[in-house]
């Protein structure tokens, strides 16, 4: 089964920084499209940063020059460096992936995720 984990959420003052992992796990043949997203209190969830294969991301206007999305493909791993930050940064972030292959070991056919998720990581920002 595949599972995405996120991790480095916490409390930290305006202006500081943050810098969150998702990892992934379950004999990870292969990662489509990764992406944060962020849910602020009483809002909905909202497409952060997105990250191809190839490495070409997109950025919300909102965190565009403060916040920086990158992969470590042979980790399996999802990161968002985030600086500047504001209260309205507040909520929780989510590590989603598009579409997962994976390959069990004696396997010969891939098993396909669609539509992953981790279960998030509470970023609050406040003095």
């Known amino acids: 089964q595949v599972q995405l984990v996120e991790s480095g959420g916490g409390l930290v003052q305006p202006g500081e920084s943050l810098r969150l992992s998702c990892a992934a796990s379950?004999?990870?043949?292969?990662?489509?499209?990764m992406n944060w997203y962020r849910q602020a209190p009483g809002k909905q969830r909202e497409l952060v940063a997105s990250?191809?294969?190839?490495?070409?991301?997109n950025y919300a206007d909102s965190v565009k020059g403060r916040f920086t999305i990158s992969r470590d493909s042979a980790k399996n791993t999802l990161y968002l460096q985030m600086n500047s930050l504001k209260p309205e940064d507040t909520g929780v972030y989510f590590c989603?992936?598009?579409?997962?292959?994976?390959?069990?070991?004696?396997?010969?056919?891939?098993?396909?995720?669609?539509?992953?998720w981790g279960r998030g990581t509470l970023v609050t920002i406040s003095s």
């Open positions: 989603n992936a598009d579409r997962v292959d994976s390959l069990l070991p004696g396997d010969t056919v891939l098993s396909r995720y669609l539509d992953v």
């Open positions: 379950g004999n990870i043949f292969s990662i489509n499209v």
């Open positions: 990250i191809k294969n190839g490495g070409s991301t």
